[in-house]
């Protein structure tokens, strides 16, 4: 079955660090996402991403944050200057088009921030 | 912005009990869905509801989208231990083909064999 990937699973960030996480949704999906998730609380809505450009995002979602599909298969976020607030479970998530409820979730990145 | 409870936060029952757990948003939504989360996993798509008034079973999950499709409820019969896990209900903000799912704080059910 195919499945949304992610990596890394966990990393270590001192604050101030630029961190990258990695996504390879599933290949026929056109709509991808990012949510993070907070140890213990509910998954919140960061980005979605068509057609090459953000298409919506979250108060979350500040200048510090951004998204890019470099390769056509890889979809990435990156933290420029991580903060000890942006610990938390990073999930990536693809859909099919714009008709499909159903998203698809990665395994997660959990990020660490100390 | 749009805000989507669920109540209770968490659930402890017994082997082989029946449960209904409760979703209510603050707008009205064209959609719901129900996502589970198992301890240390991702959330995974249980079902999406649409229509006005729907109740969709999966075995023994029993969904449904009430009339005004403002709320929604998910019950368990016969709860097994593979069931334990946390239960999300999440709806697209506003009417306008927003991208943007809103998820509850989630169910947390734990169950005693």
């Known amino acids: 079955e195919p499945e949304v990937t992610q990596t890394p699973s966990h990393q270590v960030t001192q604050m101030g660090q630029e961190v990258i996480l990695r996504c390879v949704p599933i290949s026929n999906h056109l709509y991808f996402y990012w949510y993070r998730q907070i140890l213990g609380q509910k998954v919140e809505f960061l980005v979605s991403f068509y057609n090459n450009e953000i298409s919506e995002k979250s108060e979350i979602f500040d200048d510090q944050f951004s998204v890019e599909r470099p390769d056509g298969s890889n979809f990435t976020l990156k933290i420029r200057s991580t903060k000890l607030e942006d610990s938390a479970m990073y999930f990536c998530?693809?859909?099919?088009?714009?008709?499909?409820?159903?998203?698809?979730f990665g395994e997660g990145s959990r990020l660490t921030v100390l | 912005g749009q805000q989507v409870m669920q109540i209770p936060q968490y659930q402890h029952v017994q082997e082989g009990e029946d449960f209904t757990t409760y979703c209510n948003s603050s707008t009205t939504l064209s959609n719901i869905q129900w996502y589970k989360q198992r301890p240390g996993g991702h959330p995974v798509f249980l079902i999406q509801?649409?229509?006005?008034?729907e109740v969709k079973k999966q075995k023994r999950l029993t969904f449904q989208f009430g009339e005004a499709k403002k709320n929604s409820s998910l019950h368990i019969t016969a709860t097994q231990t593979t069931d334990v896990g946390t239960y999300f209900c999440?709806?697209?903000?506003?009417?306008?083909?927003?991208?943007?799912?809103?998820f509850g704080k989630g169910m947390k059910l734990t169950v005693n064999p």
């Open positions: 998530a693809s859909k099919m088009d714009r008709n499909t409820g159903e998203l698809f």
């Open positions: 509801l649409v229509k006005s008034g």
């Open positions: 999440a709806g697209y903000e506003g009417q306008g083909g927003s991208e943007k799912l809103v």
